[in-house]
């Protein structure tokens, strides 16, 4: 039964806003002049006679009929028509299907159907009953439908809580593909934020292709442009991969716009295909709070790219563990040219970051096979394959002010890698390639790390200015003869860092590491702290800060001249439960000056009268030793050999340091005299030398003697702890390389 709402029909608009008096209402069958039955009642139990009159002002009452099409007609006392209208369709408010299954296979529904129930009309609602699901019906010249019947009839879901897959034909089974179901979904979902925030509610299994997305940078494809905010609340869904595509859910930001992503929950599952199972290009104040990302040895679980513009402000884990179970990089962080060159690869083009040329309005000259750059006339990255230059990638939109580095006020919390015994990857947890994390945060990272050379974070970023990482545990297996893994590990693009991040609390479980194993508790390797010191002379530079070591640590640090002379080598360790920082070994390197030799020996001998030239110190030091060797043993007397030590005034006699070594008849061949680095100090083009006398009863005369004298040489630095701050100072203008890796002591 329904109701004849005379009011709503468009041809009696007109009379309703002025009706006539003592006016009668004809009711007919379609393209009929027989009469139908009428009832005064919703369940059609009281008859009323048809034609109806109408009341003292011209109206006319309620009338129930069979849901059908009809033909209305309104005629005067006189007996004049005033409306005639052919067609009047008449529905129940809803029509109750079983299942949208059901729904989307119904060919009885039509749009062009005869007279009665099959003829559907734009606005009527569909109603699934097992689901509650509702939809309204649009027109046959719609070309967005949310769903389209089997018969053809154009279907828009209604209602904001109803962005559900299952509402779009999604079985959620896990075995039937449901990709068709997921994109008709986020294409209404889109749409849908034009009005507002949107939630999209996920709770079944589902096999999907790689997703058409969510884009708040253009309408591609079938794709709305994103207006406002969108969250996938999947708390206990599974979405797996099917393998067609590189991954699963494709999402993309907007560097003018201040739209964001929100993913609650959710296993995201790949395949041995995938790729990457959740990509995010340019994505701002997003979060991805998933529960587990499942993957492959070469797949990332969520990879954000820098694709036009930056990323910044996003959250990645929160109070609830992020795991990550067979993945080659739980999360991957990647520069814009690192993001373009891994688009290409995945398209066969073999190229990296390295081979990126630039911005150029026309193909550069002169390039090498593999060669990429964006061509900011065309908008498109292009590439050479030996011979001419191809278009790899069409991207408009890129902005060529800013370098497509910045991760800003990036947080990543409370991530566990799990049992990934058959990965020896780099970066685990973190790979970071190209990109610049800085005021950013990394708290609470948990793995196991197989002992092959792995890590759990691989920095190859080059600023992370305010930027900490703490509490990172490396569960690792120590196996014996296995090569060693790492909780932190750089790269390349490391050794350019102004700032690199702090870390703190950095730690593993496997123990101190065994004799076989050396390094097994090794936890970081790699260049660290300002790589390259611009040093100026007599300034101090902080090498590393206090926040840097924990508690029970050492730090093993190496440094290099832009000459690579090796200029100092230290171990530093900060004491357990004491902030202080101590120096065990300063020593950089040791020299020897002569040997100085002399035939004839019998009486006193200067060094004027000995064979060799005087040493010229190249930088500061101490003298620690001297050598004093005879070919023939002491049988009387004494012969010395005296450490001379002149200020740079090449000719002049220098001055004694009281350092000496006598051959007498206790040590008649050999004698070394040795004190400690500190005592006597020179500075660079300080002569050292030795004189040789022997008393008058020396004996054997005309022996052979050779002189010998050891310094140390301090590499030009000096070492302070300033307050926790572990700071190196040079002596001269050079450019320090500076090389560490951290143990627990």
Same mark, same amino acid.
Request: glycine share 10%; charged share 20%; proline share 4%.
């Given at each position: 039964m329904a109701l004849l709402e005379l009011t709503q029909v468009k041809q009696l608009i007109t009379y309703f806003q002025s009706p006539a008096l003592d006016t009668r209402l004809f009711v007919y069958a379609i393209d009929s002049d027989a009469l139908i039955p009428i009832f005064r009642d919703e369940d059609l139990t009281d008859m009323q006679a048809n034609p109806v009159k109408s009341n003292g002002i011209g109206m006319f009452p309620a009338i129930y009929v069979f849901e059908g099409d009809y033909r209305v007609e309104i005629v005067s006392n006189q007996g004049a028509s005033l409306r005639n209208v052919d067609v009047v369709a008449v529905r129940n408010p809803t029509r109750d299907l079983g299942t949208v299954s059901q729904m989307l296979a119904d060919t009885t529904l039509s749009y062009t159907a005869g007279a009665g129930g099959?003829?559907?009309i734009p606005g009527e609602i569909?109603?699934?009953?097992?689901?509650?699901?509702?939809?309204?019906?649009?027109?046959?010249?719609?070309?967005?439908?949310?769903?389209?019947?089997a018969g053809g009839v154009h279907l828009n879901v209604i209602g904001r809580e109803q962005f559900t897959?299952?509402?779009?034909?999604?079985?959620?089974?896990?075995?039937?593909?449901?990709?068709?179901?997921?994109?008709?979904?986020?294409?209404?979902?889109?749409?849908?934020?034009?009005?507002? $925030?949107?939630?999209?509610?996920?709770? +079944? /299994?589902?096999?999907?292709?790689?997703?058409? *997305?969510?884009? %708040?940078?253009? !309408?591609?494809?079938?794709?709305?442009?994103?207006?406002?905010?969108?969250?996938?609340?999947?708390?206990?869904?599974?979405?797996?991969?099917?393998?067609?595509?590189?991954?699963?859910? $494709?999402?993309?930001?907007?560097?003018? +716009? /201040?739209?964001?992503?929100?993913?609650?929950? *959710?296993?995201? %599952?790949?395949? !041995?295909?995938?790729?990457?199972?959740?990509?995010?290009r340019d994505v701002r104040a997003s979060s991805f709070l998933v529960e587990a990302l499942l993957g492959n040895s070469q797949c990332f679980g969520l990879l954000l790219e820098n694709w036009r513009a930056w990323t910044e402000n996003n959250q990645i884990g929160g109070a609830r563990t992020l795991e990550g179970r067979g993945v080659g990089h739980l999360f991957g962080f990647k520069g814009r040219k690192e993001a373009w060159a891994h688009e290409l690869t995945l398209q066969g083009i073999d190229t990296h970051a390295d081979d990126y040329l630039g911005e150029f309005l026309d193909d550069p000259s002169n390039p090498a096979a593999n060669n990429y750059y964006y061509n900011t006339s065309t908008q498109t990255v292009r590439w050479y394959d030996g011979f001419v230059w191809v278009t790899g990638l069409e991207i408009d939109g890129v902005n060529a002010g800013v370098g497509g580095k910045s991760f800003a006020r990036t947080k990543v919390n409370n991530i566990l890698i799990a049992s990934p015994y058959d990965i020896s990857q780099d970066g685990l947890v973190m790979h970071i390639d190209g990109a610049s994390l800085y005021d950013s945060e990394v708290d609470g990272i948990r793995?196991?790390?197989?002992?092959?050379?792995?890590?759990?974070?691989?920095?190859?970023?080059?600023?992370?200015?305010?930027?900490?990482?703490?509490?990172?545990?490396?569960?690792?297996?120590?196996?014996?003869?296995?090569?060693?893994?790492?909780?932190?590990?750089?790269?390349?693009?490391?050794?350019?860092?102004?700032?690199?991040?702090?870390?703190?609390?950095?730690?593993?479980?496997?123990?101190?590491?065994?004799?076989?194993?050396?390094?097994?508790?090794?936890?970081?390797?790699?260049?660290?702290?300002?790589?390259?010191?611009?040093?100026?002379?007599?300034?101090?530079a902080i090498v590393l800060k206090g926040g840097q070591l924990h508690a029970n640590t050492t730090c093993e640090i190496v440094l290099k001249s832009n000459s690579n002379l090796v200029m100092g080598r230290a171990l530093v360790?900060?004491?357990?439960?004491?902030?202080?920082?101590?120096?065990?070994?300063?020593?950089?390197?040791?020299?020897?000056?002569?040997?100085?030799?002399?035939?004839?020996?019998?009486?006193?001998?200067?060094?004027?009268?000995?064979?060799?030239?005087?040493?010229?110190?190249?930088?500061?030091?101490?003298?620690?030793?001297?050598?004093?060797?005879s070919d023939a043993p002491s049988t009387a007397g004494t012969c010395t050999a005296a450490v001379?030590?002149?200020?740079?005034?090449?000719?002049?006699?220098?001055?004694?340091?009281?350092?000496?070594?006598?051959?007498?008849?206790?040590?008649?061949?050999?004698?070394?005299?040795r004190q400690a680095a500190g005592i006597d100090g020179f500075a660079p083009g300080d002569e050292i030398y030795a004189v040789v006398t022997s008393n008058s009863s020396w004996a054997p005369e005309n022996t052979n003697v050779r002189a010998l004298i050891e310094v140390q040489l301090d590499g030009?630095?000096?070492?302070?702890?300033?307050?926790?701050?572990?700071?190196?100072?040079?002596?001269?203008?050079?450019?320090?390389?500076?090389?560490?890796?951290?143990?627990?002591?």
């Amino acid at each position: 039964m329904a109701l004849l709402e005379l009011t709503q029909v468009k041809q009696l608009i007109t009379y309703f806003q002025s009706p006539a008096l003592d006016t009668r209402l004809f009711v007919y069958a379609i393209d009929s002049d027989a009469l139908i039955p009428i009832f005064r009642d919703e369940d059609l139990t009281d008859m009323q006679a048809n034609p109806v009159k109408s009341n003292g002002i011209g109206m006319f009452p309620a009338i129930y009929v069979f849901e059908g099409d009809y033909r209305v007609e309104i005629v005067s006392n006189q007996g004049a028509s005033l409306r005639n209208v052919d067609v009047v369709a008449v529905r129940n408010p809803t029509r109750d299907l079983g299942t949208v299954s059901q729904m989307l296979a119904d060919t009885t529904l039509s749009y062009t159907a005869g007279a009665g129930g099959n003829r559907i009309i734009p606005g009527e609602i569909l109603q699934v009953i097992d689901t509650g699901f509702r939809y309204r019906v649009s027109d046959a010249f719609d070309t967005a439908p949310d769903l389209t019947t089997a018969g053809g009839v154009h279907l828009n879901v209604i209602g904001r809580e109803q962005f559900t897959p299952e509402a779009f034909g999604a079985v959620g089974d896990g075995e039937t593909n449901d990709t068709d179901a997921w994109n008709a979904m986020l294409r209404s979902a889109a749409r849908a934020t034009q009005s507002g $925030p949107v939630r999209v509610f996920a709770r +079944g /299994r589902y096999l999907l292709d790689q997703l058409e *997305g969510l884009s %708040q940078f253009d !309408a591609s494809s079938d794709r709305p442009q994103l207006q406002d905010s969108i969250t996938l609340d999947m708390q206990g869904a599974l979405v797996t991969h099917s393998g067609v595509g590189h991954g699963i859910l $494709p999402i993309e930001g907007l560097s003018t +716009g /201040r739209s964001r992503f929100e993913i609650s929950g *959710g296993i995201w %599952q790949g395949h !041995a295909n995938s790729k990457w199972l959740i990509r995010a290009r340019d994505v701002r104040a997003s979060s991805f709070l998933v529960e587990a990302l499942l993957g492959n040895s070469q797949c990332f679980g969520l990879l954000l790219e820098n694709w036009r513009a930056w990323t910044e402000n996003n959250q990645i884990g929160g109070a609830r563990t992020l795991e990550g179970r067979g993945v080659g990089h739980l999360f991957g962080f990647k520069g814009r040219k690192e993001a373009w060159a891994h688009e290409l690869t995945l398209q066969g083009i073999d190229t990296h970051a390295d081979d990126y040329l630039g911005e150029f309005l026309d193909d550069p000259s002169n390039p090498a096979a593999n060669n990429y750059y964006y061509n900011t006339s065309t908008q498109t990255v292009r590439w050479y394959d030996g011979f001419v230059w191809v278009t790899g990638l069409e991207i408009d939109g890129v902005n060529a002010g800013v370098g497509g580095k910045s991760f800003a006020r990036t947080k990543v919390n409370n991530i566990l890698i799990a049992s990934p015994y058959d990965i020896s990857q780099d970066g685990l947890v973190m790979h970071i390639d190209g990109a610049s994390l800085y005021d950013s945060e990394v708290d609470g990272i948990r793995g196991n790390v197989e002992n092959n050379n792995g890590s759990l974070i691989y920095w190859n970023g080059n600023f992370a200015l305010n930027t900490v990482v703490r509490n990172v545990v490396c569960e690792k297996a120590n196996i014996e003869t296995n090569p060693p893994s790492y909780a932190f590990r750089i790269g390349p693009s490391f050794l350019l860092a102004t700032e690199p991040p702090e870390l703190f609390n950095i730690s593993w479980t496997g123990g101190y590491g065994e004799p076989v194993d050396p390094d097994a508790g090794l936890l970081y390797q790699g260049q660290y702290r300002k790589t390259f010191v611009e040093a100026v002379a007599n300034t101090p530079a902080i090498v590393l800060k206090g926040g840097q070591l924990h508690a029970n640590t050492t730090c093993e640090i190496v440094l290099k001249s832009n000459s690579n002379l090796v200029m100092g080598r230290a171990l530093v360790g900060r004491k357990f439960a004491s902030g202080s920082l101590r120096i065990e070994d300063a020593l950089a390197q040791k020299a020897t000056a002569g040997p100085w030799e002399k035939s004839g020996v019998g009486a006193a001998y200067p060094i004027t009268d000995m064979d060799g030239s005087r040493w010229i110190a190249p930088s500061h030091g101490w003298i620690t030793a001297i050598t004093l060797i005879s070919d023939a043993p002491s049988t009387a007397g004494t012969c010395t050999a005296a450490v001379r030590h002149n200020t740079g005034l090449a000719g002049n006699n220098g001055a004694s340091v009281g350092l000496s070594a006598v051959l007498n008849t206790a040590n008649t061949s050999r004698v070394v005299k040795r004190q400690a680095a500190g005592i006597d100090g020179f500075a660079p083009g300080d002569e050292i030398y030795a004189v040789v006398t022997s008393n008058s009863s020396w004996a054997p005369e005309n022996t052979n003697v050779r002189a010998l004298i050891e310094v140390q040489l301090d590499g030009d630095l000096s070492w302070q702890d300033n307050g926790g701050d572990l700071m190196v100072t040079s002596r001269s203008d050079e450019t320090l390389r500076i090389l560490t890796k951290v143990w627990k002591t």
